[in-house]
């Protein structure tokens, strides 16, 4: 079975740029989720999906963040501008069950 | 406000010895809980889990035990392998709700020969 798999793996911009992350979950997976991982820090839940429609984003920051689930499957993750403090790891996972997460490799950010 | 809390960022245990990792939780609504493991470079991966039922779920060489009175609970890992080396990531959940995954901090273990 194929894992979620997300692109690209890793991206080096300059503050006040922007950059989107695709994300690819397992076949069948209703509910995608977004996390941002800042290093020392756990994974922080940006936005779910369930299906094609938005579960929770209370912690996504809207005035630069944007996520789309198109036909309820790829989602991409945008950020318009990037700030330094966005330098993270971004994960993307998808489950069938509420609480059992299959994660994806992640994006690694740095924003200079 | 950080509700799963792993107190010891790092451990350092032998082969063939007990690896015990800790997490303590603030929050009384969860009431199923979660271990990750992550490797450099790859996304965590789910380990064990247990509900707020139990006080133990074993799963091979890795138990985890939960004192709900002390909103306490740990990992064991016996024995432990250099394989184990990675992040531990203790989360927790309000089953039920529209409560989300709440992550701890990590403990980055490693095992030495």
């Known amino acids: 079975e194929a894992g979620v798999a997300q692109s690209p793996r890793y991206k080096i911009i300059e503050k006040r740029q922007s950059v989107a992350f695709w994300c690819n979950p397992i076949?069948?997976?209703?509910?995608l989720y977004w996390y941002q991982q800042i290093l020392g820090q756990g994974p922080k839940l940006l936005i779910q999906?369930?299906?094609?429609?938005?579960?929770?984003d209370s912690q996504l920051p809207k005035d630069r963040f944007s996520a789309e689930r198109l036909k309820g499957v790829d989602s991409t993750l945008k950020i318009q501008p990037a700030k330094l403090e966005d330098s993270a790891v971004y994960l993307c996972?998808?489950?069938?069950?509420?609480?059992?997460?299959?994660f994806g490799s992640g994006t690694q950010l740095s924003v200079l | 406000d950080q509700q799963v809390k792993q107190n010891s960022p790092s451990l350092s245990v032998q082969e063939g010895r007990i690896s015990i990792l800790n997490c303590d939780y603030t929050n009384s609504m969860f009431d199923y809980f979660l271990w990750y493991k992550k490797y450099p470079a790859e996304g965590p991966t789910f380990l064990i889990s247990?509900?707020?039922?139990?006080d133990k779920n074993e799963d091979g060489r890795f138990t985890v035990f939960l004192n709900k009175s002390a909103k306490h609970l740990s990992l064991h890992i016996v024995p432990s392998q250099p394989g184990d080396s990675a992040v531990y990531f203790c989360?927790?959940?309000?089953?039920?709700?529209?409560?989300?995954?709440?992550f701890g901090t990590g403990t980055r273990l490693q095992v030495t020969l």
């Open positions: 076949s069948g997976h209703a509910t």
């Open positions: 989360a927790a959940v309000a089953t039920g709700t529209a409560s989300k995954l709440t």
């Open positions: 247990i509900s707020s039922i139990k």
């Open positions: 999906f369930q299906n094609n429609g938005v579960v929770d």
């Open positions: 996972a998808s489950s069938l069950a509420p609480e059992k997460l299959f």
